[in-house]
Structure formats: structure tokens, C-alpha cells
């Protein structure tokens, strides 16, 4: 089945609390597809607000950060945005931020946000870059330090908590659900066709165990762009890549009243991952 067609809003929006499009990794660089740019447009009348789960350029630049605002400002649904590990490339992030904002972009980068939808349901919202470190066990903890460089276990560890504090101060206010949007992933389950060597440079577990800890009702993130777009943390989160090549496109999921995400049935259906990814979950390599 077309994953696109599959994430296209079905029936009324009566049951539903509330409608999220979602996309990542545009990766913008010198043009946009008009294909793009239309579906973009038409989700105004479609969904509350849109998130972007980062790499909205290919390297940060100010041309390409230029043709993303031209793109964006075009687009009146309220969009929520994280920054990924391209757009961080660019030497001038500051000029990057403020052009951002300015074409109606609000920036998440480990803070939170309510935002109230039309119909008056607020949707918490936290929001981080994420980072690489990798899956492991949460019994062998001294694979931690045998598998990080100190680098990366420092930077991994700094944004699992800037994860947390944000999760922390969404639960001191009043949300109807709450929406976590992050670049890394935090967990295998949607790392579909990635080869499990490169695991290690697309999220970790830190990030699913902090979001585990929390209530959140759904996780969207991109940076795989060979992963698969349904999964979970491994405490039952749902996690969906919105990464552009593998969703094809702008999706859209219903966040509904009794807390399931549309349009997959629910209770979720198993989680399919690669064969080599389930043999290592099974050794106890990976998470
Ligand atoms: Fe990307
Ligand atoms: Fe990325």
C-alpha cells in the first residue's frame, strides 16, 4: 500500500482531537519541487499545525535558509519546527533562527510550547535536536562508555536532558496531549532499512527512555531517510519518521480523544523491523 495514501485523512474530524501534518529532511538547496510546495499549501485547511522535524536544508546556508522561508511563509497553518544536524552546518545559525522566525516558523530547541487549537484542545509540544550514540540494553550500562566517544556521550547526554527539562515544565501545565519533535531517533523500531553500523550516528536510547518516563502521546522525528515510518519506544510510544523519502511527502496524523493515533488502528499494530535489527534486539545488543 501507498504510504502516502494510508496517512491522508479519513472520515470526519468529529472524534479526532486534533490533526498534525508532519515532515523532515527537505533538505533544500538551490529549489523546491512546485510538487512540494503545493502539498505544503493545501494542508491549511487540513490540520491544526504542521511540524518539521529538521534538516529543512541541505547545509545551513543563507540562500537555502532564504528558500526556505520563501517556501514557509507561504503556508498559513501555525508550523512548529526543529532544527537538524544540516541546518546546524551553516556558519550564521543566529541569522538562520531569526530568518526562520520571521516567516512564521516557531523554533523548538529544547523547550516546550502549548499550543491551542482551533477547536480549543491544547497540544503540548517539546522539541530537540537530538543526537547519535546508539541502542543498547539498559542492563549493561558499561556498554555505554565502551561504545561512546566521550564526545558523543557528552553531546548525547546534554540533549536527553534538555529533552527532559522540556517534558518536565510541559507536566507543570494543562495540555490535552503532548507532541514530542526531535531530528535523532529514539528508538530502533524506525530505522527500517539503515544499516545497523551506522545506528550509533541516528539517535540513542537516552532520548526513549526520557520520553518513557514522561506521558507523551506521540513522537515524530526524521534523520533516517532509510527507515520505515511506524514505530515505538520501547516502553509503546508511538514514533513515526517523517523523513521526505521515507513518507514521500507531507503526512497527517489524528492525535484522537481517547489518546490513539490515526489513521493506524488501535491498539498499534506489531512493529516490523529488519531481520538483522530484530536478531541484535534479541542478543540484548540493541534496544
Ligand atoms: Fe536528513
Ligand atoms: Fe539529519
Same mark, same amino acid.
Given at each position: 500500500m501507498d504510504q502516502r495514501s494510508a496517512d491522508n485523512p479519513t472520515g470526519s474530524q468529529t472524534d479526532a482531537t486534533f490533526r498534525i501534518a508532519a515532515i523532515g529532511d527537505l533538505h533544500l538547496k538551490t529549489a523546491v519541487s512546485p510538487d512540494m510546495a503545493e502539498e505544503l499549501v493545501a494542508l491549511d485547511q487540513k490540520v491544526d499545525f =504542521? $511540524?518539521?522535524?529538521?534538516?529543512?536544508? &541541505?547545509? !545551513? +546556508? %543563507? /540562500?537555502?535558509?532564504? =528558500?526556505?522561508?520563501? %517556501?514557509?511563509?507561504g503556508i498559513k497553518t501555525p508550523i512548529i519546527a526543529v532544527l537538524g544536524n544540516h541546518d546546524r552546518r551553516g556558519v550564521r545559525r543566529r541569522a538562520m533562527r531569526l530568518l526562520l522566525e520571521r516567516a512564521g516558523v516557531r523554533l523548538l530547541d529544547g523547550s516546550s510550547m502549548v499550543h491551542v487549537c482551533p477547536n480549543g484542545k491544547k $497540544?503540548? =509540544?517539546?522539541? *530537540? !535536536?537530538?543526537?547519535?550514540?546508539?541502542?543498547? /540494553? &539498559?542492563?549493561? /550500562?558499561? %556498554? *555505554?562508555?565502551? +561504545? %561512546?566517544?566521550?564526545?558523543?556521550g557528552v553531546r548525547a547526554r546534554r540533549e536527553a536532558l534538555r529533552l527532559q527539562s522540556a517534558l518536565d515544565e510541559l507536566a507543570l501545565l494543562e495540555s490535552d496531549a503532548v507532541v514530542v519533535v526531535m531530528h535523532y531517533s529514539p528508538t530502533v523500531t524506525t530505522l527500517g532499512e539503515e544499516p545497523p553500523l551506522k545506528y550509533w550516528m541516528l539517535g540513542n536510547s537516552l532520548l526513549g527512555r526520557v520520553i518513557d518516563d514522561h506521558r507523551v502521546d506521540l513522537v515524530i522525528h526524521g534523520h533516517a531517510h532509510l527507515g520505515n515510518q511506524y514505530g515505538q519506544t520501547p516502553g509503546g510510544t508511538p514514533v513515526r519518521n517523517v523523513a521526505v523519502s521515507v513518507t514521500g511527502g507531507p503526512v497527517i496524523y489524528e492525535v484522537r480523544a481517547d489518546r490513539s493515533i490515526g489513521p493506524e488502528p488501535w491498539p498499534p499494530r506489531p512493529v516490523s523491523i529488519n531481520p538483522s535489527t530484530e536478531l541484535l534486539i534479541r542478543m540484548g545488543q540493541v534496544q
Open positions: =504542521l $511540524v518539521i522535524a529538521g534538516d529543512i536544508t &541541505e547545509g !545551513g +546556508r %543563507l /540562500p537555502e535558509v532564504e =528558500l526556505a522561508c520563501e %517556501l514557509l511563509a $497540544v503540548g =509540544l517539546a522539541g *530537540v !535536536g537530538g543526537y547519535g550514540g546508539g541502542f543498547w /540494553p &539498559e542492563e549493561v /550500562p558499561d %556498554l *555505554v562508555a565502551a +561504545r %561512546l566517544s566521550k564526545a558523543v
